[in-house]
């Protein structure tokens, strides 16, 4: 009981509670713009591995775990332990939510450390590019792309590559893989292509079912 005495009198002394209650709502606010940054410039077009998800909780948590390095180095790396323990099934199928996820830390540890300025500098920074980004990759091209995800058993992945390329390459113009992941014995393709008029998406997801047989098949076209 005196212990936790000693660290409460300890925490009031080095982060007063105007200061956490700002760095916790300043983290929690980044962690919103994040979140609607992801949807605007990334989740709209890209099926990715729901990271997004956690960002409203991940923000502030980051936030206060910094508050805590703060205020007690050795209760910090007990926390740091403790999380070494946790372990994610669902992996990242894109690189780019890497991206958003280092952005959110950036943004938790500079409320943390109260480098607000730095922050909202990095984010407008961060803004400015993905703008410029969409605006190459989409206005500037006369047809928008297309998203398909093909999942599989990995079993009969193997017999049906060969022939999945070439009638993929046949179906969708401009054709490119952007990611593949292989969880509990199922195989995911993530492929971008080009739009075109007249494109029978229906009729192309019944050509895939008989190419794949027994096997079972699913495919999402957006």
Do not use: C
Not at 113 to 124: E, F
Not at 158 to 168: A, H, Q, Y
């Amino acid at each position: 009981m005196q212990e936790l005495l000693n660290f409460l009198t300890g925490l009031q002394s080095h982060i007063t509670l105007s200061e956490a209650l700002l760095a916790m709502g300043f983290s929690l606010v980044a962690s919103l713009v994040t979140l609607l940054m992801y949807h605007l410039f990334y989740g709209s077009k890209n099926i990715g591995a729901g990271v997004n998800r956690t960002f409203l909780i991940g923000g502030p948590a980051v936030t206060a775990m910094f508050l805590v390095v703060r205020v007690s180095i050795p209760l910090a790396v007990g926390i740091l332990g403790a999380l070494s323990f946790v372990r994610f099934r669902t992996p990242v199928k894109d690189p780019a939510e890497i991206g958003y996820l280092l952005l959110l830390v950036a943004g938790s540890i500079g409320a943390a450390t109260n480098n607000y300025l730095l922050v909202i500098i990095l984010y407008v920074v961060v803004f400015i590019a993905l703008g410029i980004q969409w605006l190459v990759g989409n206005r500037l091209t006369f047809l928008g792309r297309g998203q398909l995800m093909i999942t599989l058993d990995q079993a009969a992945f193997p017999g049906l590559e060969t022939n999945l390329k070439v009638f993929l390459k046949e179906r969708l113009p401009g054709l490119s893989l952007e990611t593949m992941s292989v969880l509990e014995n199922r195989v995911s393709l993530h492929y971008q292509y080009r739009h075109r008029r007249g494109f029978d998406s229906a009729a192309m997801v019944a050509d895939l079912n008989k190419m794949a047989g027994p096997a079972n098949l699913e495919v999402f076209i957006g």
